[in-house]
């Protein structure tokens, strides 16, 4: 694609990186296919194609963001699917990036909008107050439903569907825990946020399974939300300083003790982290640590697969249904290693149709656009029961949550089955919905 800016435009380095990615796009269209919003609304500003023209527009003219940018490039749930589709390799993440921190900057939103938006980046982050703000939500989540019809606050209505009927206790993790057996490894494990409040037993279960396999890992001191959260609503500022000080809480612990990894289990963090070199590759203080802390991070499926597990512990004999969260199939390129995981743990392991396709939850995505997300959900559960699965396995906190506000199928993280097939109790929620009887005639002693 042609491209008209001037030499002083070009002085600034975001604008220079955003012209290098709009001079890859070759107009062809072929990611319209595969774009959640275009396949819903039909609506060429609603796909990667249609939105790359009117950032482009944007930053060309240097104009501050429209109402037509921001309505369309609101709607893009930054799944990436467009980029896994793209002949051309356009980096479309770093652009509408770009574009949302513009917008951020130069278009001011409507009250409401303004203040929820703040109050999102000032509370998920924080796992303090977001348990306090779920437990609140709790005594108006009847009323969720009702407030969904109610224009002006679609969103109020979201939020209060979203929240859990009843949230786990907090519970304490030791810093460190030992490796069993023979040390292989020491990795940290980002302990984040919200998924720490939503569903502390993920991590728990990646703890165990990694020490049962000689692996030590540390909880880092001082380390909190990754920045993914602000930084999906274009907060560049507060997400660099969640990102700043992750990066000198893990270059402490590399200094000291030695890291092979830096493991999430969530796998839009995991994105995030993986992008840390880009975020501060024009900052001299960070950018080295930011590179070398990126250069660590792995989606703990990712990690998992590289390191011998040994025999499991039992063949449970369930039929899972692996929904590939988009932030680790497009985001991060991982496709195989979680289903090669679950087959070899002993599951049946089955994909549904349309897997590419988003399910609408995205960060924030299904609290600032619930109508949509609504429609992805829908759709994504439909093609998900269709095969039948005794349970759901994903990797990432955000589908968890949304794909089980659509369907009554227990869904758990990846790698609370794998815990469970390599020794490590039941996963909770499947223990809750599928019953005693149902799980004794499923593991069987190897
Ligand atoms: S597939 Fe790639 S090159 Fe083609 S229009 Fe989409 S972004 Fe541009
Ligand atoms: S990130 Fe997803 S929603 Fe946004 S343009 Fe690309 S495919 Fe469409």
Not at 65 to 85: F, G, I, Q, Y
Not at 101 to 124: G, H, M, N, Q, S
Not at 303 to 317: M, V
Request: proline residues 6%; contains cysteine; glycine residues 8%.
């Amino acid at each position: 694609m042609q491209t008209n800016f001037t030499l002083a435009q070009l002085a600034d380095p975001d604008i220079a990186t955003s012209e290098k990615i709009l001079r890859t796009c070759v107009h062809c269209g072929f990611c319209t296919a595969t774009c959640p919003t275009y396949v819903l609304l039909g609506d060429e500003l609603d796909s990667p194609r249609g939105r790359i023209y009117l950032i482009k527009d944007m930053l060309e003219n240097d104009k501050p963001a429209s109402e037509e940018v921001v309505t369309h490039v609101d709607r893009c749930l930054s799944c990436l699917s467009c980029m896994t589709t793209c002949p051309s390799g356009v980096d479309y993440m770093h652009l509408v990036d770009h574009a949302r921190a513009r917008i951020e900057k130069t278009y001011r939103r409507p009250f409401l909008d303004r203040a929820l938006r703040a109050v999102l980046a000032a509370v998920l982050p924080y796992p303090r107050r977001f348990r306090l703000a779920l437990a609140a939500a709790w005594f108006g989540r009847p009323l969720g439903a009702i407030a969904a019809r109610i224009p002006g606050l679609e969103r109020i209505g979201a939020m209060l569907s979203l929240a859990p009927s009843k949230l786990p206790a907090a519970g304490a993790m030791p810093p460190v825990s030992p490796a069993l057996g023979e040390k292989r490894g020491r990795v940290a494990l980002l302990q984040g946020c919200a998924q720490s409040v939503l569903d502390p037993g993920i991590n728990a279960a990646a703890i165990r399974l990694l020490t049962r396999s000689g692996v030590e890992v540390v909880l880092a001191e001082g380390e909190g939300c990754c920045g993914a959260l602000p930084h999906h609503m274009g907060k560049e500022e507060r997400a660099h300083a969640l990102a700043r000080r992750n990066i000198d809480v893990w270059t402490r612990e590399i200094e000291t003790g030695g890291l092979d990894a830096i493991v999430v289990t969530t796998s839009g963090c995991g994105t995030t982290v993986k992008d840390y070199g880009f975020m501060f590759r024009n900052d001299p203080a960070y950018a080295d640590k930011a590179a070398r802390v990126a250069s660590l991070a792995k989606d703990v499926s990712e990690y998992l697969e590289a390191i011998p597990l040994g025999k499991p512990a039992s063949h449970p004999r369930l039929d899972v249904t692996y929904h590939a969260a988009c932030s680790l199939q497009h985001g991060q390129q991982i496709r195989t290693a979680p289903k090669s995981l679950l087959a070899k743990a002993g599951f049946k392991v089955r994909e549904a149709a349309e897997s590419h396709l988003c399910c609408g939850s995205a960060g924030t995505y299904n609290l600032l656009q619930p109508e949509i997300a609504g429609r992805l959900r829908d759709r994504k559960v439909a093609n998900i029961e269709a095969t039948k699965p005794d349970v759901i396995a994903a990797g990432n906190i955000g589908c968890m949550t949304q794909i089980a506000s659509g369907t009554g199928v227990p869904v758990v993280h990846t790698v609370e089955l794998l815990d469970w097939a390599y020794g490590g109790p039941v996963p909770e929620r499947l223990a809750d919905r599928l019953g005693a009887s149902r799980l004794a005639s499923g593991p069987v002693a190897a």
